[in-house]
């Protein structure tokens, strides 16, 4: 063995020693770097089986073959064409959501990203060009980070794809979505949303694959997806992290 990788694996298992690998969620010991311990593991409700094709919210029964849709889909017709999220937006799902969002947890979006990967592998045919909904300038500079911008980096690290992380932009600071009902959060966010004139002939005839950090109603997506499709995307496809449910 040469000597230089002998030294590596020992410095490598000195850093193991002193900062062992703990939990994403909780801090507790595991046995490798991005994982779960056993108890947040049993809380994180991974989206899987019978789901609706346009966002990735669970629905009862079994597939049938067919497209399927949940009730907020079928009511508001999304100006994307297929969506998933790794996650619900609730217990492990929901603290690491948060923690990405408020907490500076930049170390998250490495293993989240194969989490979303995973959930959303129908969605990355075709070599679409990966985004992240944006955030204002305003918030970006208080934030110091866009964590939407921070999954799609990593995601399309992992899986080989284009990454454009200032595609879109936001024309205005439109007030938290936080707190408001689902009608006052699409008229919150109409028209805030733009692709810039200097990376219109990125998305023009091409699919463009969105990335956020949570999905609630939909709305701040539904603008980003009409400002892609304005700027000549031939598709839009939605993948988040995590996904408000209904019942939650």
Not at 55 to 66: N, Q, V
Not at 185 to 212: C, E, M, Y
Request: proline share 7%; net charge positive; charged share 20%.
């Amino acid at each position: 063995m040469p000597r230089e990788v002998g030294h590596m694996g020992a410095l490598q298992n000195l850093i193991e020693a002193i900062y062992p690998p703990h939990c994403l969620a909780c801090a507790e010991p595991v046995g490798s770097d991005g994982a779960l311990c056993p108890a947040c593991w049993r809380e994180a409700q991974f989206l899987g089986g019978t789901l609706c094709d346009t966002c990735g919210a669970p629905l009862p029964g079994e597939p049938d073959g067919g497209p399927l849709s949940c009730d907020e889909c079928l009511a508001t017709p999304r100006p994307w064409s297929v969506g998933r999220a790794a996650l619900a937006y609730t217990g492990t799902g929901r603290r690491l959501a948060l923690s990405l969002k408020t907490a500076d947890r930049t170390d998250l979006p490495g293993a989240a990203a194969l989490w979303m990967a995973r959930a959303g592998r129908g969605l990355l045919a075709g070599d679409p060009l990966v985004a992240p909904v944006p955030l204002h300038w305003i918030r970006l500079f208080r934030r110091r980070y866009n964590q939407s911008a921070l999954l799609s980096a990593a995601l399309a690290r992992a899986e080989g794809l284009e990454h454009c992380p200032d595609l879109l932009t936001r024309r205005r600071a439109t007030p938290s979505q936080d707190g408001r009902a689902r009608d006052a959060r699409f008229a919150n966010v109409d028209g805030a949303i733009t692709v810039g004139p200097r990376r219109r002939a990125r998305v023009s005839g091409r699919a463009v694959l969105l990335i956020d950090d949570v999905m609630t109603s939909g709305a701040t997506l539904a603008a980003a997806a009409e400002a892609c499709r304005a700027a000549g995307a031939s598709d839009v496809r939605v993948l988040a992290l995590a996904r408000v449910l209904k019942n939650d």
